[in-house]
């Protein structure tokens, strides 16, 4: 089938367009490249240069006629939500009402949106969460990337567009730049690589769930066929603290620079972790790659990068 994956130069996005083409699908990118990078499109790809708020973004589609568009563009920092809560409004909120209006103008068949995991509930009730949780954000991306899924929600509603969103616990893997939107792992990854010191935020005993971006890619894949109206978590059900992520990826490098600890970073969800059962059932998905496996394939990576 013909796929538009909006966001496809960016670190997700390129996976997820690269498993569509392993699939035998035609894939085509829609990105403005200013945070993706044109050497993240996989050979098979079509790019297209063009914001998606843009009216070369609605001629694309008519042109195209896509069946699926996989929509991860996106304002995707949290410390750049929290200095410029409007830029973050327009590109998470306004941009997913505007793909939700051209896919319903051209007939798109199915919409899968890339929402986040671990910054839309806010300080969790219960561990591991739930897509039943309430939803209460403590920071403007994650107040965004609701905005978008309720857009979708109310596209859905009153205008019938079929959709899945997936919301992503931390992802990583190669690709993810450190010096862009990049989460932890990668941030250290190229610091411990060049031998300087990381900064740990806080005490660094906060526990997130990193997934690793090639399971995130096969979700999105299962995503084609299954998960219609469906919101799910897309993640591996466990916690482990910043500090043992810094140890491995230390031990990892051999990194002899010793790590350093600032403050709490504004926003940050302490402790959270996925329940993921709904995407076992609906979409017969399942994390595969585990954590060392993941930070020695990401390791890899960044030494020839």
């Not at 909006?6 to 083409?21: D, K, N, R």
């Not at 971006?213 to 299962?222: K, P």
Request: aromatic share 6%; net charge negative; proline share 4%.
């Amino acid at each position: 089938m013909r796929i538009l994956v909006t966001g496809g130069a960016g670190f997700i996005g390129s996976h997820v367009a690269e498993a569509y083409l392993a699939a035998g699908h035609e894939v085509h990118i829609l990105d403005n490249l200013s945070t993706g990078h044109g050497r993240n499109i996989p050979q098979g790809a079509t790019l297209h240069v063009a914001d998606m708020l843009s009216e070369e973004a609605r001629s694309l589609f008519a042109a195209l006629r896509p069946e699926v568009v996989n929509h991860h563009a996106a304002q995707a920092s949290v410390k750049v939500s929290t200095a410029d809560a409007v830029r973050d409004l327009a590109q998470n909120g306004g941009g997913t009402a505007r793909i939700c209006e051209l896919a319903v103008e051209f007939g798109v068949r199915k919409l899968i949106y890339a929402s986040t995991g671990g910054a839309l509930y806010g300080d969790p009730e219960r561990l591991p969460v739930d897509e039943s949780h309430p939803i209460r954000p403590l920071s403007n991306y994650g107040n965004s990337k609701r905005v978008g899924e309720l857009y979708i929600d109310l596209f859905a509603r009153e205008r019938g567009l079929n959709a899945t969103v997936l919301r992503y616990a931390n992802a990583y893997g190669p690709r993810q730049d450190p010096n862009g939107e990049a989460g932890v792992i990668a941030i250290f990854t190229g610091l411990m690589l060049e031998g300087r010191p990381v900064t740990i935020d806080g005490d660094g005993e906060q526990m997130k769930d990193y997934v690793y971006v090639g399971d995130i890619a096969r979700a999105n894949l299962a995503a084609l066929a299954a998960g219609d109206g469906l919101a799910i978590n897309i993640g591996t059900g466990q916690g482990t603290p910043v500090n043992a992520i810094a140890a491995a990826l230390q031990s990892a490098t051999g990194s002899a620079a010793a790590a350093v600890h600032g403050p709490p970073r504004a926003g940050d969800v302490r402790n959270i972790w996925l329940d993921c059962a709904l995407a076992g059932r609906e979409l017969n998905w399942r994390p595969e790659v585990g954590l060392s496996e993941g930070i020695a394939r990401t390791i890899e990576w960044a030494r020839t990068a």
